[in-house]
């Protein structure tokens, strides 16, 4: 259960004081969506994810891929008419995810073939953003 069964009201409130969003001025045009390198591999894209967390389906967000494969690229926030920077709500919420060690990664669960022949660099970027 994410996270130590606090109330959405709480998540919420801990969401916008770590992104610097008011998650509630998002009025669903999907410029951000448009915008987003990597929304074709998202689950959910950045203007569902909003609209879950407007809803109160928090955990479910949390709990999504998604988070993780935003890169941070600041695209969506620029699009926005509205002022929301979404790349800055999934960053506080990998950051909430990994306060709570929920994180993608776990080096025992990477196949060993597969740590020979990575780039070493991508490990250490990938550790950098999905470990604590
Ligand atoms: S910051 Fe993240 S969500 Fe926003 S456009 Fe870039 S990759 Fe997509
Ligand atoms: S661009 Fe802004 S207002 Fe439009 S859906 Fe994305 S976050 Fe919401």
Do not use: H
């Not at 959405?8 to 410029?31: A, F, P, W």
């Not at 999934?90 to 909430?96: E, F, G, N, S, V």
Request: charged share 20%; net charge neutral; proline share 5%.
């Amino acid at each position: 259960m994410l996270p130590n069964l606090r109330s959405n009201e709480e998540l919420l409130k801990e969401i916008e004081n770590l992104s610097g969003q008011r998650i509630i001025d998002c009025y669903q045009c999907g410029e951000c969506t448009a915008g987003c390198p990597v929304a074709f591999a998202m689950e959910p894209v950045p203007n569902q994810a909003i609209r879950l967390l407007q809803l109160g389906y928090i955990d479910e967000v949390l709990k999504s891929s998604g988070i993780w494969l935003c890169a941070s690229c600041n695209v969506c926030g620029e699009r926005c008419p509205r002022g929301v920077d979404y790349g800055k709500i999934a960053d506080a919420l990998r950051t909430i995810n990994l306060r709570n060690n929920n994180y993608p990664l776990v080096l025992e669960k990477i196949d060993k073939e597969f740590i020979n022949q990575a780039p070493q660099q991508a490990f250490i970027a990938a550790f950098r953003k999905l470990t604590t």
